[in-house]
């Protein structure tokens, strides 16, 4: 699974860099088109996401073990379910596009509407598929076939990337020929924003032939009376209302994060130019403190929510403890380290999604160093909320984000009323790492009084050596950084994108290596857990 998202990972980084080369990265364009194409998931999410992700699991899992057919005939009408939801949501999704752009472009003019509609009535139909994708995808995970939704995205990228360089053939990059609002045409919004759609829909539908080799015999089926859903639909209930409250404080957020695109030609047009950051680079930056968590923290996560699912429903507390415990061990050496990585390489990085401007480079290096602080802590809050779920608690969770969704939407308003417009989305940023803070100690505080100790004390003393052995890397790794020029607005770094990869390429190399010498020397166990799956691929 881990080797599946990281290539999928590694291929949307090159997706992402290449839309910062067909349209640059802190402009206009970038801005509308990052906003319109990011909302079909959050719209997904907002909706239906987490019931199909925390809720699908542990009743597949059920109607497997104690059904007679192996709970085809509970898994068929399930799918039908959510395919025929998933498709009335969508289909309320478009119809209402114009007042959603309208809503979430604060401040923006009527041309940037106009643009932001337009690529709205291509990109939302993404909401079925990404369901779609989920759907299938879990009833393969609960079948123990893990690695195929974890690689479907990867078709995905590639269908994107196809398309880009299509569109940068075509069109030209932005630094040599500006797309703007007043240039846009037709063809330009197929090959971005049609295409977009179409690699979605391709992760989707590639599903389909592994689900087919499970030999269950799936099938539409109609009529849910009877077949053991109430369980299922009370979970979901609570989990309907955890995610609408965690993407409406999301939401709001984006919605903040979008008012400095409305006032990019005030600044662009100051002597000097000033660059200010907006939705792309903070999604840019986004992207990357969530790498962790999406190759590592979650295929860890996935395994051990059918493994916490299991012992939750045979009693074995013990069992739950061992692997909560484990997980959260194994993903502190990759989460921490990550942390510390693109603080020291941020410039670079940065840089790497400029579209090969310096100074568009250092306004994203700088959001990145403020949200990574988040990244540990993000896989800490999934897996202590996937606890809950296994033991088909959803109203705990759903409490939880009460309280991380108030703190979200009054840190929004006030950034909204003082913050000013080129400082708002590093406030933005900052507010989704102390977010992850305070929704894992949350969940931290409700676990010790739900199952008493899980074993904290082991996983504090891991992860205070797993800190001070990143922390040592850290300091090889700056200074890789500074004998390369990083410290230096002329220096190798800045020239352009493909020295920025270089940077990062050996930087990289050399506070790995520092990294793993300085596990051995703080004693960290829990490295061998991590590598040991790649080690034994290795071998064979």
Same mark, same amino acid.
């Given at each position: 699974?881990?080797?599946?998202?990281?290539?999928?990972?590694?291929?949307g980084?090159?997706?992402?860099?290449?839309i910062?080369v067909?349209i640059?990265?802190?402009t206009?364009v970038?801005?509308?088109?990052e906003l319109a194409?990011?909302l079909?998931?959050?719209?997904?999410?907002?909706v239906?996401?987490?019931?199909?992700?925390?809720?699908?699991?542990?009743?597949?899992?059920?109607?497997?073990?104690t059904?007679?057919?192996?709970?085809?005939?509970?898994?068929?009408r399930?799918?039908?379910?959510a395919?025929?939801?998933?498709?009335?949501?969508?289909a309320v999704?478009v119809?209402?596009?114009?007042p959603?752009?309208r809503?979430?472009?604060t401040?923006?003019?009527e041309?940037?509407?106009?643009?932001g509609?337009t690529?709205?009535?291509?990109?939302?139909?993404?909401?079925?598929f990404?369901g779609l994708?989920?759907?299938?995808?879990?009833?393969?995970?609960a079948?123990?076939a893990f690695?195929?939704y974890m690689?479907?995205p990867?078709?995905?990228n590639?269908?994107?990337?196809?398309?880009?360089?299509?569109f940068v053939?075509q069109f030209?990059?932005?630094a040599?020929?500006?797309?703007?609002?007043?240039?846009w045409?037709?063809?330009?919004?197929f090959?971005?924003?049609?295409?977009? /759609?179409?690699?979605?829909a391709?992760?989707?539908? #590639?599903?389909?032939? !592994? @689900?087919?080799r499970l030999?269950?015999g799936?099938r =539409?089926k109609?009529?849910w009376?009877?077949?053991?859903?109430?369980?299922?639909?009370r979970?979901?209930g609570?989990t309907?209302a955890?995610g609408?409250?965690?993407?409406?404080a999301?939401?709001t957020l984006?919605?903040v994060?979008?008012i400095?695109?409305?006032?990019?030609?005030e600044y662009l047009?100051?002597?000097p130019?000033?660059?200010?950051?907006?939705?792309a680079?903070?999604?840019?930056?986004?992207?990357?403190?969530s790498?962790?968590?999406?190759v590592?923290?979650?295929?860890?996560?996935?395994?051990?929510?059918?493994r916490?699912?299991a012992?939750s429903?045979d009693?074995d507390?013990?069992?739950?403890?061992?692997?909560l415990?484990?997980s959260?061990?194994?993903?502190?050496?990759a /989460?921490v380290?990550?942390t510390?990585?693109?603080v #020291?390489f941020?410039? !670079? @990085?940065?840089?790497?999604?400029s579209?090969?401007? =310096?100074?568009?480079?250092?306004?994203?290096?700088q959001?990145?160093?403020?949200i990574?602080?988040?990244?540990?802590?993000?896989s800490?809050?999934?897996m202590?909320?996937r606890a809950f779920?296994?033991?088909e608690?959803a109203?705990?969770?759903?409490?939880v984000?009460v309280g991380v969704a108030?703190?979200?939407?009054?840190?929004?308003l006030?950034?909204?009323s003082?913050?000013?417009p080129?400082?708002i989305?590093?406030?933005v940023?900052?507010c989704y790492?102390a977010?992850?803070?305070?929704?894992?100690?949350?969940y931290h505080v409700?676990?010790?009084?739900?199952?008493g100790?899980?074993d904290?004390?082991?996983i504090v003393?891991a992860h205070t050596?797993?800190?001070?052995?990143s922390l040592?890397?850290?300091?090889?790794?700056?200074l890789?950084?500074?004998?390369?020029?990083?410290?230096?607005?002329a220096?190798?770094p800045?020239?352009?994108?493909?020295?920025a990869?270089?940077?990062?390429?050996?930087?990289?190399?050399?506070?790995?290596?520092?990294?793993?010498?300085a596990?051995k020397?703080c004693r960290?166990r829990?490295l061998?857990?991590?590598?040991?799956?790649l080690l034994?691929?290795?071998g064979?």
């Amino acid at each position: 699974m881990a080797s599946g998202t990281l290539v999928s990972r590694a291929l949307g980084f090159i997706k992402t860099v290449l839309i910062t080369v067909a349209i640059g990265s802190v402009t206009t364009v970038s801005d509308v088109f990052e906003l319109a194409n990011t909302l079909p998931n959050l719209i997904y999410v907002l909706v239906a996401g987490g019931i199909f992700n925390a809720v699908l699991v542990p009743q597949i899992i059920k109607a497997s073990r104690t059904a007679d057919d192996g709970g085809a005939d509970y898994i068929s009408r399930l799918i039908t379910l959510a395919v025929l939801a998933l498709l009335g949501v969508t289909a309320v999704v478009v119809l209402l596009a114009g007042p959603i752009v309208r809503t979430m472009g604060t401040d923006w003019s009527e041309a940037q509407l106009s643009l932001g509609l337009t690529f709205a009535l291509f990109t939302f139909p993404q909401i079925f598929f990404y369901g779609l994708y989920t759907v299938v995808g879990q009833v393969l995970n609960a079948r123990g076939a893990f690695g195929w939704y974890m690689w479907a995205p990867v078709v995905n990228n590639v269908v994107a990337i196809a398309a880009l360089l299509v569109f940068v053939q075509q069109f030209g990059a932005y630094a040599e020929t500006e797309h703007t609002l007043q240039n846009w045409s037709p063809a330009k919004t197929f090959w971005l924003a049609a295409m977009a /759609t179409v690699g979605v829909a391709t992760q989707a539908l #590639v599903l389909f032939w !592994p @689900l087919r080799r499970l030999g269950l015999g799936l099938r =539409p089926k109609f009529g849910w009376r009877g077949i053991g859903l109430s369980t299922a639909a009370r979970l979901a209930g609570w989990t309907l209302a955890t995610g609408i409250l965690a993407n409406l404080a999301f939401l709001t957020l984006t919605k903040v994060a979008a008012i400095p695109t409305g006032y990019r030609p005030e600044y662009l047009a100051m002597d000097p130019p000033q660059q200010i950051a907006g939705v792309a680079a903070l999604n840019q930056a986004s992207m990357l403190y969530s790498l962790p968590h999406g190759v590592i923290g979650l295929s860890i996560a996935t395994v051990l929510f059918n493994r916490m699912a299991a012992a939750s429903t045979d009693g074995d507390r013990a069992g739950m403890v061992s692997s909560l415990s484990s997980s959260l061990r194994i993903t502190g050496v990759a /989460t921490v380290f990550a942390t510390v990585a693109l603080v #020291v390489f941020a410039g !670079p @990085l940065g840089m790497l999604f400029s579209g090969g401007v =310096p100074s568009a480079g250092a306004v994203i290096g700088q959001v990145i160093t403020v949200i990574a602080v988040g990244a540990p802590f993000m896989s800490v809050s999934f897996m202590l909320g996937r606890a809950f779920y296994a033991q088909e608690d959803a109203r705990t969770p759903f409490l939880v984000q009460v309280g991380v969704a108030l703190f979200t939407v009054v840190s929004a308003l006030l950034i909204w009323s003082f913050v000013p417009p080129h400082l708002i989305v590093f406030a933005v940023a900052g507010c989704y790492a102390a977010q992850n803070v305070l929704s894992a100690l949350i969940y931290h505080v409700v676990l010790v009084r739900r199952i008493g100790d899980y074993d904290v004390a082991r996983i504090v003393d891991a992860h205070t050596r797993i800190l001070v052995a990143s922390l040592l890397a850290g300091a090889v790794g700056a200074l890789a950084l500074f004998l390369l020029g990083g410290y230096d607005p002329a220096g190798f770094p800045w020239t352009n994108q493909l020295t920025a990869i270089a940077t990062v390429a050996v930087g990289g190399t050399v506070m790995g290596i520092a990294y793993l010498g300085a596990l051995k020397l703080c004693r960290v166990r829990e490295l061998d857990s991590l590598v040991r799956p790649l080690l034994a691929r290795l071998g064979r």
